[in-house]
């Protein structure tokens, strides 16, 4: 993934004229539009026209693709809110990365969440129609939690939440129902957020790795401490364990099982009859 995304910012760096300046502010457009007509449309047959049917798609109907994405995903009140909040995320992230990269991001989640409806028509059988840009809007809320971690957005106008938690509790959402699906052995029902978001993954790839790295060698690093601090008390007390409560040590009592507290601050060891009697260290 890391190359395809080294792929993808070599393609928008030597072509910058081929994005959508201002896209969002067009689909915020389009959305409102579409809502204001659909009102007037008793029959219902403008939605008919724009959701993604997989089995219309495979008779032809093929700008299904893309334009569901047209489609409202609230109303009222909160179609005013949702576009908002969603044009701020997209008109951010475009000034930070540019037209093009901007756009080949948005198109490419478009088209990722209509080919994960397809799947789950080939798998399961079963024709999931797409009538909003629910996971394209998810993967743009993503990127701009990956980016801007400690954002401040206000949950009712009220409650001031972090980005980044409420990135992992719509992460930890979308894990439980690909667990769910699987469990129910709807297999393509369990691929379908994996792969409508895919586009996350290749561009936030060298995020995810830095990341994982970082945190490797934290813990690389702690038990290298941890070695350490043993063998130098070792060689120091002429010991490896010694209960903090008893005092016994595993040199004088070696078939006695000694552990460290993971609750306390700092490495506390304590034999088999203490580790879970005693007062944790918290300084």
């Known amino acids: 993934m890391r190359k395809l995304n080294e792929s993808i910012d070599r393609f928008c760096a030597l072509h910058p004229r081929l994005g959508i300046t201002g896209l969002m502010r067009y689909i915020v457009i389009a959305n409102a539009a579409v809502y204001i007509l659909g009102l007037f449309d008793r029959s219902g047959m403008l939605y008919q026209v724009l959701f993604m049917d997989p089995q219309a798609v495979l008779h032809g109907q093929i700008w299904r693709l893309v334009s569901y994405v047209l489609i409202p995903s609230s109303d009222g009140f909160w179609l005013i809110i ?62 701009y939690a990956l980016t801007y971690p400690d954002a401040m957005v206000r949950i009712y106008f009220i409650l001031p939440v972090k980005m980044k938690w409420l990135a992992i509790l719509e992460a930890a959402l979308y894990v439980f129902s690909v667990i769910s699906a699987a469990a129910a052995g709807l297999w393509g029902m369990a691929l379908l957020p994996i792969v409508a978001m895919l586009n996350l993954f290749v561009f936030f790839s060298p995020d995810f790795s830095r990341r994982a790295d970082q945190f490797q060698a934290r813990h690389r690093s702690e038990a290298v401490q941890f070695r350490k601090a043993v063998k130098e008390q070792k060689r120091q007390r002429g010991y490896n364990h010694k209960c903090e409560v008893c005092g016994r040590t595993d040199t004088d009592f070696p078939d006695l099982q000694f552990r460290y507290c993971s609750k306390c601050t700092g490495y506390h060891c304590f034999c088999e009859e203490h580790i879970f009697n005693h007062i944790h260290h918290t300084e």
């Open 82 to 143: 949702s576009l908002m909040f969603y044009y701020w995320l997209g008109e951010s992230l475009e000034r930070l990365w540019g037209s093009t990269k901007f756009t080949v991001y948005y198109l490419s989640g478009t088209l990722l969440s209509a080919l994960a409806v397809l799947l789950v028509y080939f798998i399961d059988k079963i024709p999931v129609p797409l009538a909003s840009a629910g996971y394209v809007n998810t993967a743009l809320f993503m990127a």
